[in-house]
């Protein structure tokens, strides 16, 4: 019997296939892959497919990207080519690479001394089956190549501009300048044709038009200052994008550091102006940390509307802003990447094709009906939020609501048939606005429940998410912690509600929203189920933006003496203080406080009213206070803040100051949520002490909203910290037990009585805040029931009388 030795060239031949696969480039996909460059010398790339988060491929080799000294460029106009440039070497090069291909095309030399300049950004507008033209930015020059067989170039220097950023759109270059209004577009006109037919490359012309672009006046207030930003264009193959992406004043400078919130504005050629973006629509945008953008369809990603995926400098997150719900989803696509590594950016791997006129990027690869649906569902656990379906619903309503009626008329229900047991059982469940509804179905129902709403000792906080871009009004998403249930109320902005328009959440308390104007001018108190608003007077004109990182009123707008506060951190480590009572004056008090050592930087999140004084918490624990009072010293304000022995946490991560059963407590939240601690003040030795348990009390924290309640009686919510964060996948809001030390979610009736929320192996548990989603505009609320839907016959209260 002979045996059959294993053949060395057999053996080679497989190590060199596996080789092969390593260094070729990932499927093409329907979105982009996010490409993290990790190892000694960023020699490695980790990819990620948001398509399909659950494969991930970690050890790629690409030659083309790996090297610590490589920038490279890819917009959706480059149709798959990235530009590279390799600074590594002493002689510097620039080349196109094709991933989808593995075609590499060297550039010419760019000119000599290239490296005394900073490159800002770079377009290629023809991919190389044309002429290739590409341009790099540098201070106050456009260079542009005219193609790759010649090192011909025209220089174009406009002195008075600062460009940003470049986009080819629709046969046209789009210089972006971030200093001015103006903007300059740049169209190749044809080449002059020579005698027998050709053309003199090296005379073509480029038509330069430099046009004024409005900006867009408001700046999104959410959650506190918006002090710093960053600010990327991108574009889709339809429309030019900026995207500005606020953090307060510590926030930006810190590695997976909370940002208050997120705007998307689109440049509108016809008006001339930048305009905000309610809705994406089938848009989806990505953008990388250093150079890249990318864009495809929600359609063809299994989305039902669009998004902006992006990364962030120092951080390995992956963020998801929807427009419409006004939220932020985090996720980790690589918990253990290797050291080091550089941020992630975006790589496209596209295939041309046209759909109703269009240009769009689709997946390469054919694939059968069966994994295109389960590529729906792998990117639908994104999307699905509770406050989703709730809107979903709400929408269906509307647009139903004659046929509806109509069936209605031919076949009227059979109310009936439920028996009375039934029908207590099924009023029990309901909040105030559907038992108003429930009991005016039929004659039996309003005989059997009273018009009042009955008191509910099982009553907690909810989650109230306001979004006011809706064209047609107003929506109030409320979530119950308790039960994990939602609904939601609409209000039409009639003239006496246009201030919700646009209106940012600044506190909540005593079932009574503070809120501020679109334009940041016009604190107002608005209830939600009254529908009552107070107009407060318009802030004082200082000269300036106002960038309050807190606001908090004292006892109800109703009570005789209310009062209102707020802070702003401003630039010289100076802060202002604002205040007005009711019945006392009729403008808002504030004094500019000057000259400080920088030592106290207010957070993102409210004051506490809290002994009389209005107690404000800084990044570090240190601790400012304000008496508002009638006194004529220092404008009836006297800020004072406590001594150093306070600070005792991150200066770059908020922490939350919640009054709790006479103790002013302190909730002390780590990077991404990965510790949570509650401490109590210390008054006599001014120390921040760790507690280890709430008793029956359970906190609510947010930035706009922090307070205590204590937990209804068999509801499993005592010793819990609530945050306003959901999951990713609608398994309800996020809470922090001290029981178990770990993270949970709030779940149903029918889930309680099948497990014990408290259980360490179930499933719904966490370590840290990523696949949840933090929505931007929201607070926690105390809704007062006992008004139900009875308004207030004085609408005004006479708040300044």
């Not at 959410?222 to 930003?229: E, I, L």
């Not at 400098?313 to 080091?340: A, C, H, Q, R």
């Not at 506190?507 to 501020?516: E, R």
């Given at each position: 019997?002979?045996?059959?030795?294993?053949?060395?060239?057999?053996?080679?031949?497989?190590l060199?296939?596996?080789?092969?696969?390593r260094?070729?480039?990932?499927?093409?996909?329907?979105?982009?892959?996010?490409?993290?460059?990790?190892?000694?010398?960023?020699?490695?790339?980790?990819?990620?497919?948001?398509?399909?988060?659950?494969?991930?491929?970690?050890?790629?080799?690409?030659?083309?990207?790996?090297?610590s000294?490589?920038?490279?460029?890819?917009?959706p106009?480059?149709?798959?080519?990235?530009?590279?440039?390799?600074?590594e070497?002493d002689?510097?090069?620039?080349?196109?690479?094709?991933?989808?291909?593995?075609?590499?095309?060297?550039?010419?030399?760019?000119?000599q001394?290239?490296?005394?300049?900073?490159?800002?950004?770079?377009?290629?507008?023809?991919?190389?089956?044309?002429?290739?033209?590409?341009?790099?930015?540098?201070?106050?020059?456009v260079?542009?190549?005219i193609?790759?067989?010649t090192?011909?170039?025209?220089?174009?220097v406009?002195?008075?501009?600062?460009?940003?950023?470049?986009?080819?759109?629709?046969?046209?270059?789009?210089?972006?300048?971030s200093?001015s209004d103006?903007?300059?577009?740049?169209?190749?006109?044809q080449?002059?044709?020579?005698?027998?037919?050709?053309?003199?490359?090296?005379?073509?012309?480029?038509?330069?038009?430099?046009?004024?672009?409005?900006?867009?006046?408001?700046?999104?207030?959410?959650?506190?200052?918006?002090?710093?930003?960053?600010?990327?264009?991108?574009?889709s193959?339809?429309h030019?994008?900026?995207?500005?992406?606020?953090?307060?004043k510590?926030?930006?400078?810190?590695?997976?550091?909370?940002?208050s919130?997120?705007q998307?504005?689109?440049?509108?050629?016809?008006?001339m102006?930048?305009v905000?973006?309610?809705?994406?629509?089938d848009?989806?945008?990505?953008?990388?940390?250093?150079?890249?953008?990318?864009?495809?369809s929600?359609?063809?990603?299994?989305?039902?509307?669009?998004?902006?995926?992006?990364?962030?400098?120092?951080?390995?997150?992956?963020y998801?802003?929807?427009?419409?719900?006004?939220?932020?989803?985090?996720?980790?696509?690589?918990?253990?990447?290797?050291?080091?590594w550089s941020?992630?950016?975006?790589?496209m791997?596209?295939?041309?094709n046209?759909?109703?006129?269009?240009?769009i990027?689709?997946?390469?690869?054919?694939?059968?009906?069966?994994?295109?649906?389960?590529?729906?569902?792998m990117?639908?656990?994104?999307?699905?939020?509770?406050?989703?379906?709730d809107?979903?619903?709400?929408?269906?309503n509307?647009?139903?609501?004659v046929?509806?009626?109509?069936?209605?008329?031919?076949?009227?229900?059979?109310?009936?048939?439920l028996?009375?047991?039934?029908?207590?059982?099924?009023?029990?469940?309901?909040?105030?606005?559907?038992?108003?509804?429930f009991?005016?179905?039929?004659?039996?129902n309003?005989?059997?429940?009273?018009?009042?709403y009955?008191?509910?000792?099982?009553?907690?906080p909810?989650?109230?998410?306001?979004?006011?871009?809706?064209?047609?009004?107003?929506?109030?998403?409320?979530?119950?912690?308790?039960?994990?249930?939602?609904?939601?109320?609409?209000?039409?902005?009639?003239?006496?509600?246009l201030?919700?328009?646009?209106?940012?959440?600044?506190?909540?308390k005593?079932g009574?929203?503070?809120?501020?104007?679109k334009?940041m001018?016009?604190?107002?108190?608005?209830?939600?189920?009254?529908?009552?608003?107070?107009?407060?007077?318009?802030?004082?004109?200082?000269?300036?933006m106002?960038?309050?990182?807190g606001m908090?009123?004292?006892?109800?707008p109703?009570?005789?003496?209310?009062?209102?506060?707020?802070?702003?951190?401003?630039?010289?480590?100076?802060?202002?203080?604002?205040?007005?009572k009711?019945?006392?004056?009729?403008?808002?008090?504030?004094?500019?406080?000057?000259?400080?050592?920088?030592?106290f930087?207010?957070?993102?999140?409210?004051?506490?009213?809290?002994?009389?004084?209005?107690?404000?918490?800084?990044?570090?624990?240190?601790?400012?206070r304000?008496?508002?009072?009638?006194?004529?010293?220092?404008?009836?304000?006297?800020?004072?803040?406590?001594?150093?022995?306070?600070?005792?946490?991150?200066?770059?991560f908020?922490?939350?100051?919640v009054?709790?059963?006479?103790?002013?407590?302190?909730?002390?939240?780590?990077?991404?949520?990965?510790?949570?601690?509650?401490?109590?003040?210390d008054w006599?030795n001014?120390?921040?002490?760790?507690?280890?348990?709430?008793?029956r009390?359970?906190?609510?924290?947010?930035?706009?909203?922090?307070?205590?309640?204590?937990?209804?009686?068999?509801?499993?919510?005592?010793?819990?910290?609530?945050f306003?964060?959901?999951?990713?996948?609608?398994?309800?809001l996020?809470?922090?037990?001290?029981?178990?030390?770990t993270?949970?979610?709030?779940?149903?009736?029918?889930?309680?009585?099948?497990?014990?929320?408290?259980?360490?192996?179930?499933?719904a548990?966490?370590?840290?805040?990523?696949?949840?989603?933090?929505?931007?505009?929201?607070?926690?609320?105390?809704?007062?029931?006992?008004?139900?839907?009875?308004?207030?016959?004085?609408?005004?209260h006479?708040?300044?009388?």
């Amino acid at each position: 019997m002979e045996r059959t030795l294993p053949s060395s060239t057999s053996s080679g031949s497989l190590l060199l296939n596996k080789r092969n696969e390593r260094r070729r480039p990932p499927s093409p996909k329907a979105a982009p892959w996010l490409v993290f460059q990790h190892g000694e010398g960023m020699k490695y790339q980790a990819l990620y497919n948001p398509c399909e988060p659950n494969n991930k491929i970690s050890t790629k080799y690409l030659p083309e990207l790996s090297g610590s000294e490589k920038i490279y460029w890819q917009k959706p106009c480059h149709q798959g080519w990235i530009v590279i440039l390799d600074k590594e070497k002493d002689d510097p090069t620039c080349f196109l690479w094709n991933p989808l291909s593995t075609v590499s095309i060297k550039l010419p030399k760019l000119f000599q001394g290239f490296m005394d300049y900073e490159i800002y950004d770079c377009v290629l507008t023809l991919p190389p089956n044309n002429n290739i033209n590409i341009l790099n930015v540098r201070e106050f020059m456009v260079f542009f190549l005219i193609s790759h067989e010649t090192t011909s170039k025209n220089l174009l220097v406009f002195r008075s501009l600062e460009i940003y950023s470049l986009h080819y759109l629709k046969g046209k270059l789009y210089v972006i300048c971030s200093s001015s209004d103006w903007q300059l577009e740049i169209e190749p006109k044809q080449q002059q044709q020579l005698a027998g037919g050709g053309h003199d490359k090296d005379n073509q012309t480029l038509s330069v038009r430099q046009f004024r672009v409005e900006r867009y006046p408001f700046i999104p207030h959410a959650a506190g200052s918006t002090t710093w930003s960053v600010l990327v264009y991108v574009e889709s193959f339809d429309h030019i994008f900026e995207v500005s992406i606020f953090y307060g004043k510590r926030g930006i400078n810190e590695p997976r550091a909370p940002a208050s919130t997120v705007q998307i504005l689109r440049l509108d050629l016809s008006l001339m102006a930048w305009v905000d973006v309610r809705s994406l629509g089938d848009d989806v945008l990505f953008i990388g940390t250093d150079s890249t953008s990318s864009y495809c369809s929600a359609a063809d990603m299994g989305l039902q509307r669009g998004c902006l995926f992006y990364t962030l400098p120092e951080d390995k997150s992956l963020y998801i802003y929807e427009v419409e719900d006004d939220g932020i989803t985090i996720v980790l696509p690589f918990p253990n990447l290797p050291t080091p590594w550089s941020p992630g950016n975006w790589m496209m791997i596209p295939t041309d094709n046209i759909r109703n006129g269009r240009r769009i990027t689709e997946n390469l690869l054919s694939r059968d009906d069966k994994e295109a649906e389960g590529y729906k569902i792998m990117v639908e656990k994104l999307k699905k939020t509770c406050i989703d379906d709730d809107e979903a619903a709400d929408g269906q309503n509307n647009n139903n609501s004659v046929r509806e009626m109509e069936v209605q008329v031919e076949t009227p229900p059979r109310w009936d048939i439920l028996d009375n047991d039934i029908v207590e059982l099924i009023a029990g469940y309901l909040n105030p606005k559907d038992y108003s509804r429930f009991r005016s179905v039929c004659k039996r129902n309003r005989s059997m429940f009273p018009q009042v709403y009955p008191p509910r000792p099982n009553v907690s906080p909810a989650l109230l998410v306001f979004n006011s871009f809706k064209d047609d009004g107003a929506i109030f998403n409320f979530v119950d912690p308790m039960h994990n249930e939602k609904y939601s109320m609409k209000k039409d902005l009639s003239s006496e509600h246009l201030l919700l328009e646009g209106a940012t959440i600044r506190f909540s308390k005593y079932g009574w929203l503070l809120l501020i104007s679109k334009d940041m001018k016009t604190p107002f108190f608005y209830d939600p189920l009254t529908k009552v608003i107070i107009r407060l007077p318009n802030f004082p004109d200082v000269g300036r933006m106002l960038h309050l990182s807190g606001m908090s009123f004292s006892s109800s707008p109703t009570s005789p003496d209310s009062a209102v506060f707020a802070i702003q951190p401003m630039n010289r480590n100076a802060i202002s203080i604002y205040a007005i009572k009711r019945g006392s004056c009729a403008y808002w008090r504030y004094l500019v406080l000057e000259n400080l050592d920088g030592s106290f930087v207010p957070c993102f999140n409210n004051p506490d009213f809290f002994r009389m004084e209005f107690f404000c918490l800084d990044y570090s624990g240190t601790l400012g206070r304000c008496v508002v009072n009638d006194n004529g010293d220092n404008n009836g304000l006297h800020w004072g803040v406590f001594s150093k022995p306070l600070k005792q946490f991150n200066d770059a991560f908020p922490s939350y100051l919640v009054e709790c059963d006479g103790n002013l407590l302190l909730v002390n939240v780590g990077p991404v949520g990965e510790t949570v601690g509650v401490f109590s003040l210390d008054w006599t030795n001014k120390v921040w002490t760790k507690i280890e348990s709430l008793g029956r009390h359970m906190l609510f924290i947010s930035s706009t909203s922090s307070f205590s309640a204590i937990a209804p009686p068999n509801s499993q919510m005592e010793n819990k910290v609530y945050f306003p964060r959901l999951h990713k996948d609608g398994r309800g809001l996020l809470f922090y037990s001290l029981d178990t030390g770990t993270y949970h979610y709030s779940i149903s009736r029918i889930q309680a009585q099948q497990k014990s929320i408290d259980d360490p192996a179930a499933p719904a548990s966490a370590t840290n805040f990523y696949d949840t989603k933090e929505m931007c505009n929201c607070t926690w609320i105390e809704p007062d029931w006992s008004q139900g839907n009875t308004p207030i016959d004085d609408p005004d209260h006479l708040w300044l009388a």
